[in-house]
């Protein structure tokens, strides 16, 4: 079985599963042979300042790409910057905020012109019993989750070149039942079907729009949930148990799976949802 770090057992709310493996690591070190594959490309990743974004944006700048990323917090975006390397801004914003879309794009226009590959990551995930679920947290979690990444994608459509790849992130709660997790879900489906529509009215500009559909990942996520660290531990310990193989994902395999949407690799590839997950959509 491919268990490169084991069953998880120990959860910290701020950062994720701590590491306790250098598989990922040890991959991305191997490729140093391999044929950059974004080289002149400019790709633009929303919450590319933290987890599955920053990992992305990170492997999409080593694959040659130019990179923007986005997000709200200044300080982990001017962080990001310096992890990911030269040829790369960050652009504070909400996606919620279709006037802080316009400023990104603006300054992805000016700096680099057009865009190959977007990843619509950001967003976030706040869980309560359907009972218990406010009105508050509806609104807030369809603003980013939804609004943010039809906006996102819909006010990029002049900036994105023929045969551009857009990829949205949606999760494998999409259709799944989760407890504690009904409007989180919906907001991964409504994201996952408008991959389909969008697929049929960009297919004649040759742009590719695909899902991809982590499971539990290491992330900060969990953290921000508002849930207490034992509330957390719990969550995990549940999640786990409903993966196959017994462990939480790195955001570098979700990366992976982007990164082959985001190339020539998928070309025959449009309107699909590829689950990273380690099964759990799947038994
Ligand atoms: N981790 C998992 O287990 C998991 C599983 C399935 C799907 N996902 C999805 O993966 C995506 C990334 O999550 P993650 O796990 O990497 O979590 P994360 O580390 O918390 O990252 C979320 C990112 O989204 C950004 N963001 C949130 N709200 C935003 C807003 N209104 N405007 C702009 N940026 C915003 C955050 O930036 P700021 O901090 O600057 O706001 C951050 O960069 C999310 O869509 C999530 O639903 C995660």
Excluded: C, H
């Excluded at 250098?22 to 080289?39: N, P, Q, S, V, Y």
């Excluded at 976030?124 to 218990?132: L, V």
């Excluded at 409504?190 to 500009?205: M, P």
């Amino acid at each position: 079985m491919i268990e490169p770090d084991g069953p998880a057992r120990t959860f910290d709310s701020r950062v994720g599963l701590k590491a306790r493996g250098t598989w990922g690591i040890k991959f991305l070190e191997k490729r140093g042979d391999i044929m950059a594959r974004l080289t002149g490309k400019v790709a633009v990743v929303t919450g590319g300042n933290s987890g599955i974004g920053l990992a992305t944006a990170r492997r999409f700048r080593e694959e040659g790409a130019k990179v923007a990323i986005s997000g709200r917090d200044q300080k982990t975006l001017d962080e990001a910057v310096k992890t990911i390397g030269g040829d790369v801004i960050a652009v504070k914003g909400d996606v919620s905020k279709l006037a802080d879309l316009d400023k990104l794009y603006k300054a992805v226009a000016e700096k680099f012109g057009k865009i190959d590959v977007l990843f619509a990551n950001a967003g976030i995930a706040k869980f309560a019993p359907a009972a218990d679920s406010t009105e508050a947290l509806f609104d807030e979690t369809f603003d980013v989750n939804v609004k943010g990444v039809f906006f996102t994608i819909q006010k990029a459509l002049p900036l994105l070149n023929d045969g551009a790849s857009v990829i949205i992130n949606s999760s494998v709660v999409n259709e799944t039942g989760f407890a504690g997790a009904s409007v989180y879900s919906a907001t991964k489906a409504a994201v996952r079907s408008f991959a389909r529509t969008l697929t049929t009215e960009l297919i004649d500009r040759g742009i590719r729009v695909n899902v991809v559909s982590p499971g539990p990942i290491s992330t900060p996520i969990f953290g921000r949930t508002g849930l207490s660290p034992e509330a957390i531990d719990e969550f995990a310990r549940g999640a786990v148990a409903k993966v196959p193989m017994k462990r939480f994902g790195k955001p570098e395999e979700i990366a992976s799976t982007v990164l082959f949407l985001a190339t020539p690799e998928s070309s025959y590839i449009t309107g699909v949802d590829i689950n990273v997950d380690g099964g759990m959509g799947q038994v």
